[in-house]
């Protein structure tokens, strides 16, 4: 049996991501939270994390001379709880070279079909598109904004009538489903992120993301 995986969660707001977590865990899916840390001092996200029981944190940017310094003492601080892996989780900053090199392997979810939609605002980038299908991403952080290997995707169909906000409602279950789906493969060693270029399923590198199935199965695209 391996041991659980310990992850650490970066958030800035809402927290839905990381209640799924919270409740995966719950439920015994091979994960140990370790940590959830905030950039922002109003994060909702910081209440779910107390009353799971989970160590929270929030440094403020103010606090820090500049944005490397800033970087410097929050991923030190995120590294002292030895995390296997770490979760953006709605994290809404952009991490430099030097964090990435000396963190745990990152995950992010992003709402869109990446490479479609790197940034924000996607939701309606997809509207005014036309594009009959939208969805989310789970994929590894790197340098690249919103570039990094994808790990797996879940879709959803547009409906007439939708608006960014219907959709974006429509989309955040789906985006549960998928995260808690991404780091309970993770844990379960199904996929690994060992050599940073790639993903591997199963031992064997991937050429696009896997699908994530209603079941809750991931399965090479
Ligand atoms: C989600 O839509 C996620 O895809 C994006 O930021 C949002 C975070 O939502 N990166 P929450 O804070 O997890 O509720």
């Known amino acids: 049996m391996?041991?659980?995986?310990?992850v650490a969660v970066l958030v800035s707001g809402r927290g839905?991501?990381?209640?799924?977590?919270?409740?995966?865990?719950?439920?015994?899916?091979?994960?140990?939270?370790?940590?959830?840390?905030?950039?922002?001092?109003?994060?909702?996200a910081l209440q779910h994390a107390r009353k799971?029981?989970?160590?929270?944190?929030c440094m403020r940017t103010a606090e820090f001379g500049d944005e490397a310094g800033y970087q410097r003492a929050f991923f030190s601080t995120v590294a002292a709880c030895s995390p296997d892996l770490i979760v953006c989780a709605g994290f809404m900053r952009i991490i430099s070279a030097m964090s990435l090199a000396s963190s745990a392997p990152m995950i992010n979810i992003h709402p869109s079909l990446l490479p479609k939609y790197p940034g924000?605002?996607?939701?309606r980038r997809?509207?005014?598109?036309?594009?009959?299908?939208h969805g989310a991403t789970v994929h590894r952080v790197t340098r690249d904004l919103d570039g990094g290997p994808r790990i797996a995707q879940v879709r959803i169909?547009?409906?007439?009538?939708?608006?960014?906000?219907?959709?974006?409602?429509?989309?955040?279950?789906h985006?549960?489903?998928?995260?808690?789906?991404?780091?309970?493969?993770?844990?379960?060693?199904?996929?690994d992120l060992v050599d940073p270029a790639c993903v591997r399923f199963r031992g064997t590198p991937l050429d696009g993301p896997l699908a994530l199935a209603e079941d809750g199965a991931l399965s090479r695209g």
């Open 2 to 6: 391996p041991g659980l995986l310990r």
């Open 16 to 44: 839905s991501n990381l209640r799924a977590l919270i409740a995966a865990r719950d439920v015994g899916l091979g994960i140990e939270l370790v940590g959830v840390f905030s950039d922002r001092t109003r994060a909702e």
């Open 52 to 57: 799971a029981g989970v160590p929270e944190l």
């Open 120 to 123: 924000l605002d996607t939701h």
């Open 126 to 133: 997809v509207l005014a598109a036309g594009d009959p299908v």
């Open 157 to 173: 169909p547009v409906r007439s009538g939708d608006d960014p906000e219907s959709l974006a409602r429509r989309l955040l279950p």
């Open 175 to 191: 985006e549960h489903r998928l995260l808690v789906a991404c780091v309970t493969a993770l844990a379960a060693g199904d996929v």
